[in-house]
Every structure is written in C-alpha cells, then in structure tokens.
C-alpha cells in the first residue's frame, strides 16, 4: 500500500504538530514545575533569614537585659548605697527588659518552636538574675550585711550572661 504524496504531507504536517503540541505542554509544565521550585527556596530562604532575624533580636534582648543588671549593681557597688529611685528604676527598666524578651521568645517560637525550646531556659536564667538584682539592691538600700557580696555577685553573673549570650544562642543556628 502507497501514501500518496497528499496524504503523505497531511501525516507529516499532523505528527509535526502533534509533536509541537507536545514539546509546548511539556515545556509550560517544565516552567511550571521550576517556578514552584524557584518560589519554595525563596520561601526557604526567607524563613531561615527570618528565624536568624530572631535569633538576632533574642540575643539582643538578652545582652541588653543583662547589661542593665551589670550597669545597676556597678553603679549601687560604686556608690556604696541604694535608694529608692535606685531601686524603682531599676524595676521600671527590667520590666521593659522582661517584656521585650519575652516578645522576643515569641516571635521565635512562631517561626521555629525547636529553637524556642532551646532559647527558653536563657530567658528564665535572665528573668531569674533580675529577681536577684532587685534581691539585691534592696539588701543595699536596706544595709544588709552581705548585700556588698550580693551585688558582687549578680554583677559577675550578669556579666558572664552578656559574655556567653554570643556564644551560646548564635550557636543555636549551626545547631
């Protein structure tokens, strides 16, 4: 059986569109399937640089909490007394100091809850230092016989915290 030479260029016409059908669905799917691709690393990418955003900010909050036990228990030591302004500032400036890092904790848990669980006890630490402070100062104002030693050391403390806060929460994030 012989094409003849109309059919032949008909079959041929058919099966070139046919192909270019084809090789067109195929490379819109292709597209398709590298701009989903291309979208989720951005994503991924974008939630990485979110999640260090925070880790950041947490750090930050951390260390400037710390600061401002460190700087209040060297004033009151340098001093050599407490007042009652001493004390009240002190508890104004931590309760900013708790609030942000706790905001700060939160937006960290919202992006990465196995980081938050890693980040919490340092905040208890910090919240815990705090009390001392205030422990403390009040023992100043009150001239409490160890009160010295107390501020000695929630300064040493605190200083240590601001000291170990890069080390330890930006190692979080090769963790």
């Known amino acids: 059986m012989a094409?003849?030479?109309g059919l032949a260029a008909v079959l041929?016409?058919?099966v070139g569109a046919l192909a270019g059908i084809v090789g067109f669905a195929f490379a819109g799917w292709r597209q398709s399937k590298l701009e989903t691709e291309k979208w989720s690393r951005a994503r991924e990418d974008q939630a990485r640089s979110?999640?260090?955003?925070a880790?950041?900010?947490?750090a930050k909050s951390l260390a400037s909490t710390a600061?401002?036990?460190m700087w209040v228990s060297f004033k009151v030591l340098t001093a050599g007394k407490a007042s009652h302004e001493t004390l009240a500032s002190f508890e104004v400036e931590f309760h900013a100091e708790v609030s942000d890092l706790?905001?700060?904790q939160m937006n960290l848990a919202a992006l990465d809850f196995a980081l938050y669980e890693k980040v919490t006890p340092f905040i208890g630490q910090a919240i815990a230092m705090g009390a001392n402070t205030y422990a403390a100062l009040k023992s100043a104002m009150e001239k409490t016989l160890d009160a010295e030693d107390q501020l000695r050391?929630?300064?040493?403390?605190?200083?240590?915290?601001?000291?170990d806060v890069p080390k330890k929460v930006?190692?979080?994030?090769?963790a």
């Not at 880790?55 to 947490?58: D, E, F, I, K, Q």
């Not at 050391?153 to 000291?163: F, M």
């Not at 930006?170 to 090769?174: W, Y």
């Open 170 to 174: 930006a190692g979080l994030l090769d």
């Open 12 to 14: 041929g016409a058919a």
């Open 67 to 69: 600061h401002s036990m």
């Open 102 to 104: 706790v905001g700060a």
């Open 50 to 53: 979110d999640t260090r955003n």
């Open 3 to 5: 094409l003849d030479q």
């Open 55 to 58: 880790v950041a900010a947490l």
């Open 153 to 163: 050391a929630c300064n040493q403390d605190a200083l240590n915290l601001i000291k």
